[in-house]
């Protein structure tokens, strides 16, 4: 072979090494990617008057809403889990609700050595203490969680006014709770609870990578200025309950009117279910507007159960009491 053939043979070497290389990629194609989105974060949203204690000496949250006598029925709860427009009912044997997470399948920001804190939202401040005299009373609701990474809440905090033994005079309260969790590994992230008939699965609507269980408390009353004088009792009734060295320093005398309080109505607007709002069939609309259509009736869906009240992050090194 001479050396015009060499140079000719090398010259179509490129192109029937590339001709190959697309006759392999078209004759086996590359497996389809997954349309399954993995489970990175986990959500525990508490809405309304929760008490929140984080555990220091075994890094474990507590959440809770006491349970008042049945001679305060103005002080009477009803719990909603995941739905907000379905009440579950109280049943007598076990006087309340108990949900518990291990940790398994949760990323740990701690070890036996070291306690890392969750990061708290600043918005917290005026409602965020420290005692390490506490009492776990008999309560409609009680979470046993692992600590979270952060802390947040959402919405606008309510303005509330103090007692006057308090430590200020003015304050902003949130009303809720976002508990948030990284997850490692989504098959071992169980939640447990105490009713037997219970679905402890999560909610069916979450966004893409984030599993999310919905906890809400609301007053079993629908007058506006009944709502208003039941925040202020209940939050120093907690305060009262289980926490009696935090009660002067946290007492509240007002907490401003919810913002979706019916005007001229008979009472609270009653917001909608997430399940039915997210579940309603699609309807076509009229692209051009029409003045003789009904007026648009808004949904405020921010908040769910009860946005009048909030509650109090409790730090402390000690178990309950009692």
Known sequence: MNRRDILKA????????ALEGCMRGHSAPPPAPSTETKVHTLQILLEGAFAVVLQRQSNRLTAFVPLPDSSRK??????CFNDPGRPKELNEKTRG??????????????SQDSHVNPYINPGFNDFSAETE????????????????????????????????????????MPTNFILEYRVDEEEKVKLKCNQSDMDCSPSPHCPPGVRRYFFGVGPSMYDPKGRQQHAVDFFNFILQKAFPELREKYELVSIEPSDYEEQGGSGTVRPASLMQAMEAPPVLVPAVFNSDRP?????????????????IIVSTRTAPIG
Not at 10 to 15: E, N, Q
Not at 97 to 110: A, K, Q, V
């Open 295 to 311: 007026k648009a009736r808004l949904l405020p869906v921010a908040s769910l159960v009860d946005c009048q009240v909030g509650g």
């Open 97 to 110: 609700f108990r949900f518990e997470l291990s940790g398994d399948g949760l990323h740990t920001y701690y």
């Open 133 to 172: 005299k506490w009492i776990l009373p008999s309560s409609l609701v009680v979470l046993d969680l692992p600590f979270p990474r952060s802390i947040n809440f959402s919405g606008r905090p309510l303005n509330v006014r103090f007692g006057k033994k308090a430590l200020k005079q003015t304050g902003m």
């Open 10 to 17: 090398l010259s179509a070497l490129p192109v029937a090494s």
């Open 74 to 79: 103005d002080l009477a709860h009803h719990f």
